[in-house]
């Protein structure tokens, strides 16, 4: 599969390449500030930006009944293990994302939201990959509830590891393949059948490759990326896997973060305080529900990776023509 990379995203790269990157994106004054800065000797790591920060850290919020008022968010080390899931199908589900700030100055960002994964199904794993296009704005979050990513996902015993990360889109000529990934074909997500699925290593080949060269082109650029471990240890440095939400926050440094002075708003998907204010970072909300797939189609079907090869200028597979019977005499 593609190997994610944090290094590729924007904290990460040189005073220049962001620069012109914001440039490109309008944020004439903001690239002059960052190229000032870094004549000052201080560059990126003084440059205070909400998708500028290199740290995520990681909370949990405990499976029930949603009502109106605040809900509670605590580190996601902290959350207990549910050993009853191993060997169960989940679903798991984009249900936030909130951006305070993203490279840009104008209108919606388009950002894609890549998701890489695995199924153990039955005696063999599966790599699983995922992506989506959403359009939202500084200081706003995406129109989604409960966006399925993998439903039918099958928990394995040492438990589940996703990979995660966001490119920012604005290079002209990607609008094809934005096209396909907005479509209904990936509205439901990447549905799996607790089986080996011969169909899914073509989808999860063409779905990385995709991805892989939106993000080699030069006006898109990736901004965040992280990986999520949801275990069934002991351990008190990790995070366990059970029913519930994960809040996934782009902060400055792990340190500063308390998730004891932060609570989500559910109608707003945001973080607030106690005074109500939203925290300026960029977050990211996903879900582990119990799944209630019975069949593998949406993406896994042949629509969805012919849409795919179409847009990325590779050719259709066509199917292996049957084998006539023969006839004979009676």
Known sequence: MTEFDEQLSLCHQSETVVAAFLEHLGDIDGARELLEAGA???????????????THVYGFIEAGRNDDGLIPVTPAIRSVADPSLVGRQIKVTLDGFRVAAYPGIIGKHKVLIDFEGRDQAGAEAQDLRFATVLKVGDKESAAISGLPIFTGL?????????????VLLSNEGDQAIIDVLQSSLFKEGLKLMGTVQPALPQLVALAGGVTQNLI??????QVQEFELGLDFSGSRTSAR????????VQVPGENMWRW???ALDPSTM????????IAPYNTIVFAVTDSTA????SAIRAAGRNGLAVADGKPIA??????KRSTSAS
């Open 40 to 54: 000052r000797g201080q560059g990126l790591a003084l440059f205070d930006r909400p998708w500028n920060y290199s």
């Open 154 to 166: 099958t928990v394995p015993g040492d438990g589940l590891s996703f990979k995660v990360r966001t």
């Open 216 to 221: 080699r082109r030069e006006w898109n650029k």
């Open 241 to 248: 896997l059970r029913k519930g939400s994960y809040v996934v």
């Open 260 to 262: 004891d002075r932060w």
């Open 270 to 277: 945001a973080l607030v305080d106690a005074d109500g204010n």
């Open 294 to 297: 019975e069949t593998g189609t």
């Open 318 to 323: 066509k199917p292996r023509p049957r084998p």
